[in-house]
């Protein structure tokens, strides 16, 4: 999951890339363009998946405004989300038929943690929904997204601004550990309900002669968070350089 908050400047063109960097880690190398159909699609999709995350984005401010409190706002977004951050599944089929040159594997990885934080941990664990660590990641990914499908949108009609391309690459410094952070808070407030209920846990003996701890594979993806997360900030800082600075030396020769 660490991985999949490395959206906020990292991803394949045209909304269905490897999020960690295998898409645009190239910066200015060419990539083969998707055909017409193809490039009216990943439009038409990604102005979509920018609309969802406004009306997430409209959705949390009013709220607040309603309520004059930040604490709870998880419930005046709940369906949009889960609707949203689950039609990133379309991401893996992109890149799976050829349309975004990326990897299927590492899209797959980096769409499935994300849905799994919000079906597996916060869909699963109600406790947990009332937890300002999930106004924390909720923001962060909020940001992050209507950022980086403006980016693909207006790339794939060859007029990327460059305000949004400065935000996608600068963005993520705060937006990336906001996130993480509060992804990791949230899996550590339902530990101790899963715990407590068994949540998808599966205990001997039985048929199967097979048990899974749901509790300890969350704690283990904690952990992973551990040596991924660097490695990722660290990279994202690297590309920046290297996009913002050949995007300067570009408008010198326009």
Known sequence: MAAAAATAATKGNGGGGARAGAGEASGSRKKKSPGPLATAYLVIYNVV?????????????RAYLAKGSYHSLYYSIEKPLKFFQTG?????????????????VLTSFQVMS??????????????????????????AWTITEIIRYSFYTFSLLNHLPYLIKWARYTLFIVLYPMGVSGELLTIYAAL???????????????????????????????????????????????????????????????
């Open 49 to 61: 998946m920018t609309a969802g995350w406004l009306v997430i984005a409209v959705g949390l401010v």
């Open 88 to 104: 990133a599944l379309l991401e893996i089929l992109h890149c799976a038929i050829g349309i975004v040159p990326s990897s299927v």
């Open 114 to 139: 994300r849905v799994f934080l919000i079906w597996a941990v916060t869909h699963s664990v109600k406790e947990v929904q009332s937890e300002d660590s999930v106004l924390l990641f909720v923001i």
């Open 192 to 254: 101790p309900f899963v715990r407590q209920s068994g949540l998808y846990s599966i205990s001997l003996p039985n048929k199967y002669n097979f048990s899974f701890d749901y509790y300890a594979f969350l704690i283990l993806i904690m952990i992973s968070y551990i040596p991924i997360f660097p490695q990722l900030y660290f990279h994202m800082i690297h590309q920046r350089r290297k996009v913002l600075s050949h995007a300067e030396e570009h408008k010198k020769f326009e």
